[in-house]
């Protein structure tokens, strides 16, 4: 089984997972790549669509979205993010006014409604774990959010630190200790040449993979436990989707490794 997509920028949109996809039921994946003064149009669906900035900046308009700025954001690691939301059978119309990168998250929907800007100033951030997992996590479209199945997030790993640690998993629902939920990771690194290790696994290990992971790499989590480390000397991103009935922030800890946070 390879959960793990490469994406090679080029211009326009990329498809990178869609339901169906190494046994996704919902999410689907993708960027877009704009030079200074192309746009791309995003068309109504029966999906719900996230459009996260994540380089650069552009005009973003439709679906009831009067024309909004959006950007700019220079760099990953000290921007937070903009997002654009736009509801199922909502057209988006995207043009860049430098040049830009935008990640294109989707779950299925039928709710209708006019599309919002989620501002950097809108997006909370929270520090997480201790020494060996630390991680600055960004929180854009949580349940504060009006979605059907969308919850989206960014973490800023230091360097030799670990993430989504200790290792948890959100298969079940299971309210208030977990909720299930199905997840893409999508990575960057703050030099080009950087890299991490990528985890996947079942309590019964019917999943029990592990990749490496470097800058573009897409990695897609039905389910599981799915730590994640980045190698000394180079700080990571990744881009987490998840999507689920039940948009909660919620796991459950592997009880192998709980003590390590309890410690």
Not at 19 to 31: R, V, Y
Not at 80 to 97: F, H, I, N, Y
Not at 115 to 134: C, D, N, T, Y
Not at 215 to 224: A, M
Request: proline content about 9%; charged content about 25%; glycine content about 8%.
């Amino acid at each position: 089984m390879n959960d793990r997509v490469v994406w090679k920028p080029c211009p326009g949109f990329t498809a990178l997972s869609q339901p169906g996809d190494a046994g996704m039921k919902h999410l689907s994946f993708g960027m877009i790549a704009l030079a200074a003064g192309q746009a791309y149009r995003l068309d109504p669906c029966d999906r719900e669509t996230a459009l996260v900035l994540l380089r650069g900046a552009a005009e973003a308009s439709g679906g009831g979205l009067a024309r909004r700025i959006i950007g700019p954001r220079a760099d990953l690691f000290r921007d937070k993010p903009w997002t654009v939301l736009v509801p199922a059978r909502g057209a988006c119309d995207v043009e860049a006014t430098a040049d830009c990168e935008i990640a294109v998250c989707q779950a299925p929907s039928t709710r209708p409604g006019a599309a919002l800007v989620i501002p950097p100033e809108q997006v909370k951030e929270v520090s997480l774990g201790k020494p060996g997992f630390q991680r600055r996590a960004r929180m854009m479209v949580t349940e504060e959010v009006t979605a059907d199945y969308l919850f989206i997030g960014e973490a800023i790993v230091p360097p030799a630190n670990w993430a989504s640690f200790p290792p948890h998993r959100h298969d079940f629902d299971d309210l208030p200790h977990e909720v299930d939920m199905e997840e893409i990771y999508y990575f960057r690194f703050d030099r080009p040449q950087g890299f991490g290790i990528q985890r996947i696994y079942t309590d019964n290990r019917s999943i029990d993979e592990t990749y490496t992971i470097q800058d573009h790499h897409t990695v897609l989590i039905p389910e599981g436990y799915h730590p994640v480390a980045t190698a000394p000397g180079y700080s990571m991103y990744y881009l987490w989707i998840m999507a689920g009935e039940n948009r909660r922030f919620l796991s459950r800890p592997d009880p192998d490794h709980r003590w390590v946070a309890e410690g």
